[in-house]
């Protein structure tokens, strides 16, 4: 159990002298403060609480939760980036507050690729089955002459030397999509270089979605959706009928300015068909 901010806030009042009105500070925990006669709530229309024991609620915080200094705990639970150091020193439970330990996001490639991190010269080298994992992001920096590429689909992202075909022309290094879809550190990053960004998902509603919402929307004309020479031929030899029936559009079409998007979104609705990115590993 862990003492939620705005209680821990109000906690903070008390301590510093205040009275403050009981229908701003309503919880289970002021409850047991109250029936354990730390908190005094008194007042017969506009009920108010004040602290009676100061040091027993010092105690209180501290066999309970943990927490030997409530001002920095009320500071260190507003911050985005906490250290478990930190929780440390303000608490005899490191995982008092839930951290991202791992922030970052997957890469992978079939070349070797320049960059810099920290302001370091490196050269990234891939091997068969061994993703790399980028935790320093804010100072990752691709060559600009190399071309980010997000991958959907986790298995595309496994077998990317299979598609390789595809990006002959490139120089790419591909990001994933997943595990870190629910984390904003991929996007933050694509954000702040300069290199471009190209989308390879399901030529589907479904990964036309994905790109517009979760990408073009924060990336603006630095991406643009992958979309093979081929790919008419594709969806309508190889492609699904069910994506087609059972997946709703949930992006604005007058939006789009993708010329080859557009044209990618009118074959679907011809072929009445959605294609899976799989479909381009090679066995």
Do not use: C
Not at 39 to 66: D, M, P, S, T, V
Not at 103 to 114: D, Q, V
Not at 144 to 151: K, L, R, T
Request: hydrophobic share 40%.
């Amino acid at each position: 159990m862990k003492i939620p901010i705005h209680i821990a806030q109000k906690l903070l009042q008390l301590l510093e002298g205040s009275t403050i009105p009981a229908s701003m500070a309503k919880h289970s925990l002021i409850e047991e403060l109250v029936s354990e006669s730390i908190i005094e709530r008194n007042g017969r229309i506009q009920k108010k609480l004040k602290l009676r024991n100061r040091l027993a609620l010092f105690h209180y915080l501290q066999n309970k939760f943990g927490v030997t200094d409530l001002e920095k705990y009320i500071e260190i639970s507003q911050k985005e980036n906490v250290q478990r150091n930190e929780l440390v020193a303000i608490s005899s439970d490191s995982k008092l507050i839930n951290v991202r330990t791992f922030k970052g996001f997957l890469i992978n490639s079939y070349l070797p690729l320049a960059a810099r991190i920290d302001d370091r010269a490196i050269v990234l080298n891939f091997s068969s089955g061994i993703f790399q994992f980028i935790f320093d992001y804010a100072n990752f920096l691709p060559d600009p002459s190399v071309i980010i590429v997000g991958i959907e689909n986790p298995e595309n992202f496994r077998y990317i030397e299979r598609q390789k075909h595809l990006f002959k022309d490139i120089q790419p290094l591909f990001v994933s999509r997943y595990p870190q879809n629910q984390s904003r550190d991929l996007i933050k990053w694509l954000q702040s270089i300069s290199n471009k960004y190209l989308h390879f998902g399901d030529f589907d509603f479904a990964g036309i979605g994905i790109y517009i919402n979760e990408y073009k929307k924060y990336l603006g004309d630095k991406a643009s959706f992958f979309i093979p020479n081929d790919i008419e031929r594709l969806i309508e030899k190889k492609g699904n009928a069910i994506r087609y029936n059972t997946q709703k559009i949930n992006f604005s079409l007058e939006n789009i300015q993708e010329k080859n998007l557009i044209e990618l979104i009118g074959v679907i609705h011809k072929n009445k068909k959605g294609l899976d990115q799989e479909i381009f590993i090679k066995q």
